[in-house]
């Protein structure tokens, strides 16, 4: 059986490149960008007043100055302006090509048509032409993803069309005999499907598209003729049936679609029946349908396959440090890698971890909070609480 590392080896192993799409600005925030973004003009694209105050020459800062226009942001002053003139000016106004200098209002006063400067010594106050960046240079490097400062950055230079990495599409098929749909109540032995909704709602975090969702009985042929029909896809995901028993389907189903197997369980508490396959450019895994497997598989695999779709780095789920909450429940040890959901809570600057009391991985309800894996060592080995653990953080 594969570890969970070996196992996201394989993964790794099999995952294409996506292409490109072009987004308007609102829509691409979160994706990654494909390319530079380079700047089109000098920023600020002329020298600009930084003050509301006046623009002059400093050499004729000493003595009264005549007020002979005005400058205004969008609305420059045209005229030349001599010695012992100067020009009423905003900020973001295009200073006068003949000043070398603003001083602020807060440093005049004003008589009339004249001013006098109270303070000559100050500085400039001029934006000076290119000092923010310079025409070509990059102001948002290819591979960066797109948060509201970035676009803003895109919008200043006209780019608002950016290529952007496309999402991937998932599919998602739910199997079981025993589902009903949330909204309706469950009869004798069946239960709601809350596997649907789980995964609706991580795929949504990972900016990935969720392009069909549908639910399925136990039986090969009506899944397939399901599977066979959805729109096109990166990564197909099964829910539920991948064990070895008589009802799982999600094997011959993957097998029937033409998928090859690269494994079909990992060394791993909860989710050890975890189905990877791929065919061609398109990946698949089928996950044990227990909800608490469900989170834990799609944290440790199926969430860091679609940032390393998306960013074409390797990101296996980064350890960081913390430490077990005082007199915390801890998860009993198992020969398994068991990784375990927690609450991650910051205290102070340190994340403080509390086990979740899950009373089986069944336990739905359980999962509320959830917001880590604590990875619990295999025994000899052991846990305390209040020591300090590495752990993963889930987005
Ligand atoms: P399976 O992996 O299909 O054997 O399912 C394992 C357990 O998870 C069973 O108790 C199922 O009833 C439960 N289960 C399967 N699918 C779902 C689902 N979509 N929502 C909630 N529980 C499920
Ligand atoms: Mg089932």
Not at 40 to 47: C, G, H, I, Q, R
Not at 222 to 242: C, E, F, K, T
Not at 374 to 388: E, F, R, T
Request: charged share 20%.
């Amino acid at each position: 059986m594969l570890s969970t590392t070996e196992a996201w080896q394989a993964v790794l192993a099999h995952a294409p490149l996506l292409g490109n799409v072009r987004l308007p600005l609102p829509a691409a925030l979160g994706r990654i960008l494909r390319a530079d973004a380079v700047t089109d003009a000098d920023s600020p694209p002329f020298d600009a007043s930084a003050m509301d105050g006046y623009a002059l020459r400093r050499s004729s800062i000493a003595a009264p100055l005549r007020v002979i226009g005005e400058a205004q942001a969008g609305k420059p002053f045209a005229l030349p302006v001599g010695p012992g003139e100067c020009v009423r000016i905003f900020t973001g106004a295009p200073v006068p090509p003949d000043v070398d200098c603003v001083v602020k209002q807060e440093e005049v006063t004003r008589e009339g048509d004249y001013i006098r400067v109270r303070r000559t010594d100050g500085p400039d106050f001029i934006r000076r032409r290119g000092e923010n960046r310079r025409v070509g240079d990059i102001i948002v490097p290819a591979g960066t993803r797109l948060g509201p400062p970035e676009l803003a950055a895109l919008a200043s230079i006209g780019l608002t069309q950016p290529e952007v990495v496309r999402a991937p599409r998932c599919a998602h098929l739910v199997t079981g005999n025993e589902l009903v749909a949330p909204e309706h109540s469950p009869i004798g032995a069946q239960i709601r499907d809350s596997n649907s909704t789980l995964i609706a709602a991580l795929l949504r975090g990972h900016e990935a598209e969720l392009v069909a969702q549908a639910g399925v009985r136990d039986d090969l042929g009506s899944a397939r003729a399901m599977a066979a029909a959805l729109p096109i896809h990166d990564i197909l995901l099964v829910s539920g049936g991948a064990s070895v028993g008589d009802h799982d389907i999600a094997r011959p189903l993957l097998e029937s679609l033409g998928y090859t197997l690269h494994f079909s369980a990992v060394n791993l508490r909860p989710g050890k029946p975890l189905i990877f396959a791929s065919r061609g450019n398109q990946l698949a895994f089928a996950l044990p349908g227990n909800p608490v497997s469900h989170w834990v598989v799609f944290q440790l695999f199926i969430g860091p396959l679609l940032r390393h779709l998306q960013t074409g780095r390797a990101t296996a789920p980064e350890p960081i440090t913390g430490r077990l909450a005082a007199g915390c429940r801890l998860p009993s040890p198992d020969s398994r890698q068991t990784y375990w959901p927690c609450r991650a809570t910051l205290r102070h600057g340190t994340y403080e971890l509390s086990p979740l009391l899950l009373a089986s991985s069944g336990d739905s309800g359980g999962l509320v909070g959830a917001n880590a894996l604590l990875p619990v060592p295999p025994p000899p080995a052991s846990l305390a609480a209040g020591q300090s653990v590495e752990f993963i953080l889930c987005p």
